[in-house]
């Protein structure tokens, strides 16, 4: 590699920044931080109902109705909205894209913290179906080799794998994940075969928010050579995670959910020993440290590799503002709270004769999504009487056939709000 011939398209990519000394601090004006600074959240040590309370306050959210839509599409607090919103006036006045090193440096810095990961192994990507196809089309397999997916995984999650399949002839094979950690593990090592040479799992499932024992499927698929993919989009922003603890290769996310980040947002982590084994397959500006038409290109040193071209960088931006606004809560405060909410609608539910609570009962089997399918009543029908009667936004399960409804409790969510779903689905029961 001829590396003094090359052309330093990051360095040109980031002329014009020089002049926006701004960034990103300006990204919040005064009055935005007036109105929505984190000090009233920092400066209260308990995690009491006043507490949450405030939490709630620093929620555009519309109290209209309950919004338990969480695992689909999170709200972002106004210190998130405002950022991005004013980083886009700045960006717009200047007539810049506003990727400086310093900007971008700071947010890895700070999702690598949120995820317990080296900054140098997380990519910023738009969505977690983008990070998965990172991983499903970078990764080195040949026609027969085998990938392992759960019947439970997202369109997200497994499209990338068939469109694999489609393309070079890799075989997709499945198994269901089990009521508790030891069935999944049984049912999964039973599926696992010599030609297995991926295993990519949902941390916690879309459909009955099962949360799968991630760190024993990477250390079982370590000891046999597989490399372990794990689709975090219901997970990161849920429950406090470390990529370090789980000891995955790889792991996707989406920003837009529980870690309520501006939409179009995701993190890619690739365990840094791998970046050359998965290859970046969409490439351009940034991908490379630097490249010429004599040489060819060579990757960028950190996962920055997967990144490509423009960015929306005040999107970007919000998705750091949004860590900082979890951070400042507590994730495990944040778990805490949600969960405790889970397992009291569990609790209240579970003796009805005519609801099915499809979420694993298993204290860390669940985590704040709660799934449920009544015996006397269409789940479209069900749907329908929570958002009329109850106001409501819960989301339909289609996925692996389930036909039920999925709540997702997150820290705006309160007691009351948990209490209409109770008392709409004993309603529905009684129907
Ligand atoms: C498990 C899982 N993976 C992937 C996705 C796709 O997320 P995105 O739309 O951010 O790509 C979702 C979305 O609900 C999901 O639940």
């Not at 928010?209 to 046999?224: F, Q, T």
């Not at 975090?232 to 980040?261: E, F, N, R």
């Not at 490249?291 to 960015?311: I, K, L, N």
């Amino acid at each position: 590699m001829k590396r003094r011939t090359f052309v330093k398209s990051v360095g040109t990519a980031a002329i014009g920044m020089s002049s926006l000394k701004l960034l990103p601090e300006s990204a919040q004006s005064a009055s935005v931080r007036d109105r929505y600074a984190l000090d009233d959240l920092r400066e209260t040590p308990e995690r009491d109902n006043a507490f949450w309370e405030l939490v709630r306050h620093h929620f555009p959210l519309t109290r209209e109705r309950a919004f338990f839509n969480t695992g689909g599409l999170g709200a972002s607090p106004h210190i998130v909205i405002e950022a991005v919103r004013k980083m886009i006036d700045e960006l717009e006045a200047m007539g810049e894209v506003g990727r400086s090193q310093r900007v971008w440096d700071s947010i890895k810095e700070k999702a690598g913290q949120f995820i317990d990961a080296e900054p140098d192994e997380i990519a910023l990507t738009g969505c977690c179906t983008e990070s998965m196809n990172c991983i499903a089309n970078g990764l080195p397999l040949k026609r027969g080799d085998e990938v392992l997916v759960t019947t439970h995984e997202h369109v997200g999650g497994a499209l990338p794998w068939l469109g694999r399949a489609r393309r070079d002839g890799i075989v997709v094979k499945t198994f269901k994940p089990g009521k508790n950690a030891a069935g999944t593990m049984e049912n999964m090592t039973a599926a696992v075969s010599k030609k297995t040479r991926v295993i990519s799992v949902s941390h916690i499932t879309c459909t009955a928010g099962a949360v799968l024992p991630v760190r024993e499927i990477c250390d079982y698929a370590r000891s046999k050579n597989i490399w372990s993919v794990i689709d975090g989009a219901q997970a990161i922003g849920h429950l406090p995670v470390s990529m370090k603890d789980i000891g995955c290769d790889c792991y996707a996310t989406s920003g837009h959910k529980w870690m309520l980040g501006p939409k179009r947002t995701g993190l890619l982590f690739v365990r840094k020993e791998l970046l050359d084994s998965i290859e970046p397959v969409v490439i351009g500006a940034y991908s490379d440290a630097g490249w010429d038409f004599d040489s060819g290109v060579e990757y960028h040193p950190t996962a920055q590799r997967y990144e490509f071209g423009t960015y929306n960088v005040p999107v970007m931006h919000g998705l750091g503002v949004a860590i900082d606004f979890l951070s400042t809560i507590g994730m495990e405060a944040v778990y805490e709270r949600s969960h405790a909410l889970a397992a009291e609608t569990i609790n209240a539910l579970r003796d009805s004769s005519e609801v099915e609570i499809l979420t694993p009962l298993g204290e860390n089997d669940f985590a704040s999504i709660v799934t449920v399918r009544m015996k006397n009543m269409d789940t479209h029908d069900l749907q329908r009487h929570l958002s009329e009667n109850y106001r409501l936004r819960t989301r339909y399960v289609a996925e692996a056939g389930l036909n039920a409804l999925r709540i997702s409790i997150h820290l705006y969510n309160n007691r009351d709000e948990v209490h209409r779903f109770i008392e709409g689905v004993r309603e529905a029961a009684r129907m």
